[in-house]
């Protein structure tokens, strides 16, 4: 299944309708919209404006591969998962962000396997297809994916303990 | 020094996500979660979840709103110390917790790799520690916070690894 998500704050038609019209290309109906409210015509998908925590967290389990704007949550999500994602950044210009903080994080997460940024629209269709592939070989061999720790590195960690007793936290906590 | 209660409070999305990967860091503590959306009240279950308004800066009611809420939070839980991953609600928890003394520590989102958030820069301004997740936004934290902390008149964001 394919989960294409744009986060709780504003639509992100930029991604959903390049998307969905690849999804209607290759046939595939196995796709899920969570679009924040869309102007693109998604009939004959599954889609919705929002989920709840809850639902989101049954869309990563579900999904092989997902689909979305470079927001944290969603990519941390992946990660903790191994799943590979397709990642359009939001710009200002197009009064899509504040600012282009997410250009500036995709530039940092370019080196991770699984992840696939486009830079533009016209680059999804090519990259949405790769990482089918991805996906579809690493189920076919059984190979295991990479998954994060589900917890922050053990320096901040360290750091924000430290923070929260005062300096002196207590031995074996 | 005894349990100390303290306030993790964080926006949902990538702010939350990035908070919920500190709570190890909160082992021995009694620990109060406060976000915008009430679905997150399960997955921290048995611990106190709280769920308070989203502001942003483009809409003053919601502000102000979200302000009280997060005002009479603070008010009564009265926590030694609390923490954030931004956005809003956590600056606004960080600011009225400065004024019932609560040492409060603000961790910039892993999403700002260039330049600090907005909300970020001003909470360094009275934050008792700030800190980004970029090593390239600010010198590595090497003595213990409460030594280096911004109440020394510096107002220094420091970095200490990252959520990730």
Redesign the interface.
Known sequence: MIFVTVGSQLPFDRLIAPVAAWARARGRSDIFFQHCGSAVDLSGFEHTAMLTPDEAARMFDRASVVVSHVGMGTILGCLERGLPMVLLPRTAAQRETRNDHQSATARRLLDRDDILIAWEESQLETLLDSAIIKATTRANSGERSVRISSHASPRLLTAVRNFVWDGVPPQNS | ?KR?R?LAIAS???????LR?????????DVTWAST?P??A??VAPQRFVCVPEATRWDRIKLVWSLLRVGFLVASLRPH?I?STGAAPGFFALRIGKIFGA?T?W?D???????L?LSGAKASRFA??T?T??PELGPA?ES????TGNDNGKKTVYH?????
């Open positions: 020094m100390p303290v949902r999305g990538g702010h939350w996500t990035q990967r500190l709570r190890n860091a909160f082992d021995g503590c959306d679905g997150f399960a997955e110390c923490v040492r520590l961790i989102s892993i999403a700002n790799a260039e330049t958030s008792t520690l800190l997740q970029w934290l213990a916070p409460s030594q200490a690894g990252a959520v990730l």
